[in-house]
């Protein structure tokens, strides 16, 4: 094993293993947090409301907020 303490610039082949390991575990746990932030900020977009003029409930998008039904102003429900 005396091939693993070779010096590649200024780590070890040892390291370099060891921080490519350590590099593609942050990169994964990077791109996981950023996935299920934008899932979450897709489902929390969505608003649970109901219809002033014909009574549809539902949800809708908080940026588009009339109704599917006729397109009035929707209110927010909690
Ligand atoms: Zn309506």
């Known amino acids: 094993m005396e091939h693993l303490d070779t010096m590649i610039g200024p780590f070890s082949f040892m390291e370099w293993a060891i ?3 350590l590099f593609g575990l942050a990169l994964q746990t ?3 947090i950023k996935r299920k932030m934008a899932a979450e900020q897709s ?8 219809c002033l003029g014909c009574g549809w409930s539902g949800k809708v998008s908080k940026h588009h907020r009339s109704c599917p039904r006729c ?8």
């Open 30 to 32: 990077y791109t996981a």
């Open 43 to 50: 489902t929390s977009s969505l608003i649970k409301s109901k």
């Open 71 to 78: 397109g009035n102003v929707i209110t927010r429900l909690k």
């Open 19 to 21: 921080y490519l390991v």
